[in-house]
């Protein structure tokens, strides 16, 4: 399943629907390749400029195959999240190709809540897209 020499990196930006803490992601594996690691950050997010802010929490876990068409829990340090404030996650696997579920729209009525990212290390390009969404699930409690 490798598709060359590029590393891809995929991630999701969100508005948040309601002030909060937030304890962890979960994203849907279509498939995973073979046993590894992955990572998700969590990060502040200028819509405007589409400009990442730093790190305001991570976690890294073990996959493999059993993972596939299954949600993968990213337990977080909890953070404060303000309504109506954008944040965005991005993914990365040092060893292992995982597939995220996502979802697509017309482009008549795209996503109003975010926008599904990805970047790869030889491009080294930031692609947005507003018409597809990850899979993903955000553990906020009020």
Known sequence: MNSGP???FAGQTFQCP???SLSGIQVYSAAVSHPGRL???LHEFDKQRKNWGGV????EIGVDENDAGNWIQFPL???H???????G???KSPDTLVAIGEAAWSNKNPF???EEWNINNIENKDHYYRYFSLAFKVELRA
């Open 6 to 8: 590029a590393d891809h």
């Open 18 to 20: 309601e002030e909060g």
């Open 39 to 41: 990572v998700l950050t």
């Open 56 to 59: 305001l929490s991570s976690a």
């Open 77 to 79: 340090q909890t953070v």
């Open 81 to 87: 999240l303000h309504k109506d404030k954008t944040y």
């Open 89 to 91: 996650f991005r993914l």
């Open 112 to 114: 109003s809540y975010g």
